[in-house]
């Protein structure tokens, strides 16, 4: 962990401790679990209520999604037993904060290097979202060449983002809901060929446009591939508003960790989860 810090001092980011960096780790303090819900917290929610009760998800096919598989693959948010789904939560508030702060209605979840977390991320939160009455979330699987957001959910669709790129589906015949109010799922089943074209293809770019204008109250996550392995990422960094930043210990070096910096752009930078974090025995309990 302290490598992460190093590079994160060397690449100056400033005040990440208390501005932009989240730890999900394992457990959190209940101080915290507390103090996420309260939507008095929550800075200027717009009144979606009418918004909301439009959206109609009468023709989107519902997959019922199997709890023990979920709990298999570390889906923790939907389960409020599990006490790792406060840190979801907690992120879930710090992020809306910013966005709407921002104007901000659709995340980018990258990270420098594989295997760092970012579908865990992605789902978990796209979870967390959906369960503020306020808003909806709709959790899109942008990682094309290693698409793995419908495995991790056990969902087994007909037609996916495959199909909607190959002009064999229209958007709302890709999309799921996966038996969680105001959760929308669009699952990539294959890997896509040519993904960097296609992520910045007109039909990608209309669709990013399209998701995000729809409805103020519809929070839209891209699960993204790592920053580093290819140009994806760095196509689809500037067709979103912000882009979360997840590092995982041990995943990536300290000089990955500060080329990733340097590429993204400082400005939506929405905040750096730090995944995979030791436990520090102490200050997660009292
Ligand atoms: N906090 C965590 N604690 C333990 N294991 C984790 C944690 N976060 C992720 N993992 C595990 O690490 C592996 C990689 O996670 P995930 O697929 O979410 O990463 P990714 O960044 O999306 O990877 P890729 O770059 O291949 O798409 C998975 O097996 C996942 O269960
Ligand atoms: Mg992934």
Not at 21 to 49: H, M, W, Y
Not at 223 to 238: E, G, K, T, Y
Request: hydrophobic share 35%; aromatic share 4%.
């Amino acid at each position: 962990m302290e490598k992460i810090k190093d590079a994160l001092a060397k690449a100056k980011i400033e005040n990440t401790e208390s501005k932009a960096q989240f730890k999900t780790e394992a457990r959190v303090s209940s101080t915290l679990s507390q103090s996420v819900v309260s939507q008095k917290d929550i800075k200027g929610f717009p009144n979606t209520e009418n918004e909301l009760g439009m959206i109609n998800y009468l023709n989107t096919p519902v997959i019922k999604l199997d709890s023990a598989h979920l709990e298999k693959n570390r889906i923790v948010a939907q389960s409020k037993s599990d006490v790792n789904s406060y840190s979801f939560d907690s992120l879930r508030t710090q992020i809306l904060q910013k966005m709407e702060e921002n104007n901000w209605r659709t995340i980018a979840v990258v990270s420098p290097t594989p295997q760092s977390g970012k579908t865990l991320v992605s789902i978990n939160l796209a979870i967390s979202i959906a369960q503020q009455p306020q808003k909806t979330a709709i959790l899109v699987d942008f990682d094309l060449r290693r698409p793995k957001v419908a495995t991790y959910l056990g969902i087994h669709t007909e037609k996916s983002m495959n199909d909607y790129l190959q002009d064999k589906a229209q958007l709302k015949d890709v999309m799921i809901n996966p038996g969680i109010d105001r959760l929308v799922i669009v699952p990539t089943m294959k890997p896509v060929s040519k993904s960097a074209e296609t992520l910045s293809s007109k039909k990608v770019t209309n669709l990013i446009t399209d998701l995000r204008e729809r409805y103020n109250s519809r929070i839209v996550i891209f699960d993204c591939p790592p920053v580093l392995n290819s140009d994806d990422a760095m196509v689809l960094l500037p067709q979103v508003d912000c882009i979360l930043l997840v590092i995982a210990n041990g995943m990536s070096t300290q000089s990955e960790i500060e080329e990733t910096l340097h590429h993204l752009p400082k400005d939506n930078l929405l905040g750096i989860v730090l995944n995979k974090a030791e436990i520090e025995s102490k200050a997660y309990y009292y």
